[in-house]
């Protein structure tokens, strides 16, 4: 028997034709968007081709965190890199309907559940069972409320106790096995429904999750192409499994680098990473902040 040679990665699919895809931008309004950000973006919107769509969405589930001031200088900062996206901007917060379907679809399947357990319960169950402080999705669900009784359920949830949902990682397991997923810059995964756990899907003040809110609107959109930072990678198992279980349309995945500040660390909003807004007022121009984030033109 003879076998084709493969084709190497860089093979175009079709030649001639320009490769178009739905790509998005997600940010969430919490800071202003610093030099990371804009490459995010502007790589987001490249990777849609000449012929594709680029479109922006706001992850402003977190409203404590969230602010219409930051949204504001989303759009005007990315307007002023020069890039331009489909309208209406799709924003997260008005999406609750549609993530309490799908939420509603999953009890259906049998393969979530409520968890009643505080951040400190399960922290001291977690050290009691000597599990690993952190996996690369934070402290892992250690179970605890995973095999509660129904009626155990049920009184509580009647006498008021405060509940997330969380996915039943074993029941999960059993409908979807370990689903496939390819990244243009890693390469393909299959999803390891242990190292993933019982992830919640909806916490107690909101109902509903990253996971759980990316996954479901990135179908909505009709996205083809999910790129992102590196920092999400670990987060992709979850997203691969959750369509898996919904029948959602299977996106490929651009995780691209992340940049550091001149010591070496992560740009984050969080540690004040100078933003695009503070170039821009120190008279820098579009091009320029292009280049320092590294972006050839
Ligand atoms: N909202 C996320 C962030 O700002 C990005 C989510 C995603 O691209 O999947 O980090």
């Known amino acids: 028997m003879s076998v084709a040679a493969p084709r190497p990665d860089s093979t175009p699919r079709s030649v001639g034709t320009p490769r178009s895809e739905v790509t998005r931008f997600a940010p969430s309004p919490t800071g202003l968007l610093h030099l990371g950000h804009a490459y995010s973006a502007v790589t987001c919107a490249r990777a849609a081709g000449p012929h594709g769509r680029f479109l922006?969405?706001?992850?402003?589930?977190?409203?404590?965190?969230?602010?219409?001031?930051?949204?504001?200088?989303?759009f005007d900062d990315l307007a002023w890199l020069g890039l331009s996206w489909e309208t209406p901007v799709m924003r997260q917060s008005t999406r609750m309907d549609a993530y309490a379907r799908a939420l509603t679809r999953l009890d259906d399947l049998g393969v979530i559940y409520p968890c009643f357990c505080s951040r400190k319960d399960i922290q001291a169950e977690a050290e009691r069972l000597g599990a690993a402080p952190h996996g690369p999705l934070g402290t892992p669900y250690p179970g605890t409320c995973r095999d509660l009784s129904p009626t155990e359920r049920d009184a509580r949830i009647a006498a008021g106790t405060p509940y997330s949902l969380r996915l039943d990682h074993l029941r999960a397991?059993?409908?979807?096995?370990?689903p496939q997923w390819t990244d243009r810059h890693h390469g393909t995964f299959q999803a390891d429904l242990s190292a993933i756990g019982d992830v919640m899907l909806a916490r107690k003040e909101v109902a509903t999750s990253y996971h759980l809110a990316v996954v479901v609107d990135d179908a909505a959109q009709g996205i083809t192409l999910v790129t992102r930072g590196e920092d999400l990678l670990p987060a992709t198992p979850v997203h691969r499994v959750l369509q898996a279980l919904l029948d959602l349309p299977v996106p490929e995945w651009a995780h691209h680098r992340l940049l550091d500040d001149d010591a070496g660390k992560r740009l984050a909003k969080r540690d004040d990473a100078v933003s695009l807004r503070a170039y821009r007022e120190a008279g820098y121009s579009p091009a320029e902040v292009r280049a320092l984030a590294g972006l050839p033109d």
Do not use: M, N, W
């Open 56 to 74: 922006l969405r706001i992850e402003d589930i977190d409203t404590a965190r969230c602010r219409d001031t930051f949204e504001q200088a989303i």
């Open 173 to 178: 397991h059993e409908r979807v096995g370990h």
